[in-house]
């Protein structure tokens, strides 16, 4: 899922501080216990698009693990109509809203093989999702099942924890098409023009990997892989062409990671769908990946996945790293499916650091290195911002939200695999993966299982590593420092660890690198650090020009490393990518007015040895403040790149009203939609009495994925302008992606929270939304106290059909309830 991240070392910018983290709390769920075992699961369904409804006929074929009696299914809010299981027609069982519970006809032994088939109709909650396009009437249905959902529709073992293949036949009306996983057996032709799609997954896959979308499709053929291997994309008619050029890279990369990962894509075809307004993001099943239709899009659109993002020049999720994070899971997650949630790590840490091994591959060094640097930021931030640490592998949780974080379970986990493989070096470190996926192929995993074939593979017992990053949690937060001894010719390197020592993180053992320059040259080394308080004496014949502590950024780490500012400015010309981040960072951190900062951020945009150097150089601008460095920042706005011009507007924030000229004109002139939407956030930021209606003006232009649509809302939040609510409000209603409505909401809040008509829209958007939209309602009616929403959280709750909105509707309700007795005024 995308989820998707990832994360190395940081050599963070803001002096280490001392938290009281924490682990997170939750209920214990253990790898789930079975009777049987799923050995095919076939489906046949029709639909009712109108009324989200289904009506199906589901066998099960299983056999029991323990002579049964009975045997329960997971179904949820299902209406079985009957049950039958060999000869008899006419089985008892009961239904309890979560679950079938079938009284076998007789006594049920171990390897006997039964098939239960059961008629049944549905109008589901979760799962299986309906959804209205309001600019054709026509109707698109799909599928997203982690966190157990597929029993909201489909009466089944609802774990992850079992492997069975499974087909689908579904019939629909014209002009509807429907794509399942990996191999369309056939298509057979009804009356009235209706088509039954005939779909086999010929291999075992856990549930929650069901595919299923309907809709008016356009299939597009792209190349091969391997010259053998069928690769498909489908769009909503008339987007193909978008379709063909999002996805155009995928036979490259299905390639790629085969050769790789030593281990060639297994599944028969793959499949490749944008569909709008996607439940999530973007989700993996077997032989087929959902994107949402942001993906979609030309040569002109932002690099970025989606949503639009306003406060940072590039985006963990580009839409190529999602697209890759998503084929990634057919070899962890898909083959290798984790035994429970608890160990998801084993799917979506290996699925984001693929997609970083994506971008070294196809675009370069210094983008990995960029990727791990961002995504080690972002976990960091969430730390800090939180006060949660915790370990890749964890079983505490109560909806299936926390356990997917994405700051630790996809951006953490990813740098951690690549500490693992600086560890091992390339060769051992493929070579695990290898055996790791040829040792458990079609088959649950945990852990210790990946430790194990790292130690077969390799020989070598990293079971301290484990400990330490997979059930451990936390990160090492170094303070470094050096003194370089003439007459000794050597540095004596200080290395200690400051972090708190709370519970699940303690001082860690780690391997680090580093390197020295001296007029005539430049050497890296290798220190072991085993204790809280190290001292290296490094041989150094000259009085180094940098001391750089993990340039690469290959630590999972925050550091604090005092330098002045003359070494800095060496090493932000000529270190790796993360050091030279690093450096420009400390520079207009502790030396914002250092006329060293402003010439060093000048050279490096004006001379960058890449877009990342550049764009940070841009950003920081901001710290810096001065006359001259708003000149550099025009400067900067001129750019061909345009992530060094969108970085150039996010530095601009910080000048103040100085900067609204300026913002305006590039709102105005700069052709790339992500520079414009984030100059109108900018502006809005800069000015907070700026006109309304200039910004209003800007609601009709053109952009990817209605982005700069996105920005104007955005600003009338800054703003807290009532003026705005004239133009906002329209933004609210059906007709609009999802993330148009979201960001109505939230200006709609800030401006107006009182207000009744908000309230009602948000009701009504908690009870029949796309699912990121419900979340985001309850949330904003618990944060808003809304008292006449008490009655829709409280159904909510009740029918519990998708924990990631029980669990939200519980905390909102818990929020109104607490501001009873109080003074707030909110309704």
């Known amino acids: 899922m995308k989820a998707a991240i990832i994360l190395l070392l940081i050599a963070f910018a803001c002096p280490v501080r001392i938290l009281a983290q924490r682990l997170p709390e939750g209920k214990l769920n253990r790898v789930r216990e079975r009777a049987y075992d799923v050995l095919h699961f076939k ?41 039958s299981l060999r000869s008899k027609s006419n089985v008892k069982f009961r239904t309890t809203g979560k679950a079938l519970n079938i009284r076998l006809p007789s006594r049920a032994e171990v390897g006997e093989t039964l098939a239960v088939t059961i008629a049944y109709d549905a109008t589901p909650r979760a799962g299986l999702y309906f959804r209205k396009d309001p600019s054709t009437e026509k109707y698109f249905v799909d599928t997203y099942g982690e966190g157990g959902l597929h029993a909201n529709w489909l ?50 896959h856990s549930n929650y990997l069901i595919a299923l979308y309907v809709g008016d499709y356009e299939e597009g053929k792209l190349a091969p892989a391997f010259g053998s291997i069928a690769l498909s994309a489908y769009t909503p008619r008339g987007r193909l062409s978008e379709g063909l050029y999002a996805f155009r890279n995928a036979p490259k990369m299905v390639e790629f990671f085969s050769n790789r ?61 999602t697209i890759s994070h998503e084929l990634s899971h057919h070899w962890f997650g898909d083959n290798t499916t984790c035994a429970s949630l608890g160990y998801i790590w084993l799917n979506e840490s290996f699925a984001s650091y693929a997609m970083m091994l994506w971008d070294e591959e196809s675009v370069g060094r210094d983008q990995f290195l960029f ?48 500490m693992l493989r600086r560890i091992l070096g390339d060769e051992q470190f493929f070579r695990s993966l290898s055996l790791f996926l040829r040792k458990h192929e079609f088959k649950n995993v945990v852990s210790d299982d990946f430790r194990v074939a790292v130690a077969e593979a390799t020989g070598r017992d990293l079971s301290w590593f484990f400990k330490e990053w997979v059930t451990g949690a936390g990160h090492p937060q170094f303070e470094v420092s050096y003194t370089y001894v003439p007459t000794a010719g050597a540095i004596d390197l200080s290395v200690k660890q400051v972090q708190p020592r709370v519970e699940g993180q303690g001082v860690f053992t780690i391997p680090a690198t580093v390197t020295i320059a001296t007029p005539h040259r430049t050497r890296t080394d290798t220190i072991q650090i085993k204790t809280d308080d190290e001292h290296f004496v490094i041989p150094s014949d000259e009085r180094p020009l940098m ?5 690469e950024g290959s630590l999972v780490a925050e550091i604090r490393f005092d330098k002045e500012v003359e070494e800095l400015a060496y090493q932000a010309t000529h270190d790796e990518l993360p050091g030279r981040l690093w450096a420009m960072r400390q520079m207009s951190d502790r030396h914002p007015t250092s006329k060293a900062t402003l010439s060093i951020l000048a050279k490096i945009i004006d001379e960058p040895r890449s877009w990342a150097d550049a764009s940070e150089a841009a950003q920081l601008l901001g710290a810096v403040r001065s006359g001259a460095a708003l000149t550099v920042a025009k400067q900067a706005l001129a750019s061909n790149e345009y992530r060094v011009r ?10 103040g009203s100085a900067a609204a000229g300026i913002l305006r004109e590039t709102i105005l002139r700069d052709s790339h939609s992500d520079v414009v939407g984030a100059a109108i956030v900018a502006l809005a930021r800069v000015e907070r009495n700026t006109d309304i209606n200039f910004i209003a003006q800007q609601l009709t232009r053109p952009s990817w994925y209605n982005e700069i649509v996105i920005a104007c809302l955005n600003a009338f939040r800054e703003t ?6 004239a133009y906002l409000k329209k933004y609210t209603g059906s007709v ?14 800030a401006i107006a929270p009182d207000d009744s008509a908000l309230h009602r829209i948000l009701i009504d958007a908690a009870r029949n939304s796309p699912l990121r939209l419900q979340q985001k309602a309850i949330e904003l009616l618990g944060n808003l106290y809304v008292r006449e929403a008490e009655p829709t959280l409280s159904e909510i709750q009740r029918l519990d059909f998708d924990a990631n909105l029980t669990v939200g509707a519980k905390e909102a309700l818990g929020k109104i309830a607490r501001m009873r007795g109080g003074s707030d005024h909110r309704r």
């Open 261 to 321: 990962f030593g281990y060639r894509y297994p599944w028969s075809a793959y499949d490749l769908i944008a569909t709008p307004d996607y439940t999530i993001g973007a989700m993996e099943h077997t032989g087929i990946s959902g994107h949402r239709d942001c993906v979609l899009r030309d040569a002109t659109a932002p690099l970025d996945f989606g949503p639009p993002t306003f406060d940072e020049y590039y985006s963990d999720w580009s839409a190529e790293a």
């Open 547 to 551: 001391v750089s502590f993990d340039g």
């Open 646 to 655: 969108k970085a150039a507007v996010l530095g601009l924030t910080q000048f």
């Open 155 to 204: 009466p089944i073992y609802n774990d992850v924890n079992d492997k069975f293949t499974s087909e689908m036949l579904v019939t629909v009306p014209p002009p509807y098409t429907v794509i399942s996983n990996s191999k369309l057996v056939e298509t057979i032709m009804k009356g009235e023009g209706f088509t039954t799609y005939h779909w086999l997954q010929s291999l075992p």
């Open 371 to 418: 990727d791990l640097d961002l995504a080690k930021r972002h976990y960091v931030n969430y730390v800090h911002k939180e006060n949660i640490i915790r370990p890749l592998e964890y079983h505490r949780f109560d909806n299936a939200d926390v356990i997917y974080n994405e700051q630790h379970t996809y951006l953490k986990g990813a740098c951690v695999l690549h």
């Open 720 to 725: 807290k302008n009532p003026a705005a609510l």
């Open 43 to 83: 489906a046949s369904l029709e639909f009712e698009f109108a009324k989200g409804r289904v009506f199906g006929e589901a066998t099960v074929t299983l056999t029991p693990l323990r002579k049964l009696d009975s045997l329960s299914l997971d179904a949820i809010a299902l209406n079985v109509r009957s049950v």
């Open 736 to 749: 609009y992606k999802q993330y148009v409505r979201e960001a109505a909401f939230i200006a709609w809040s």
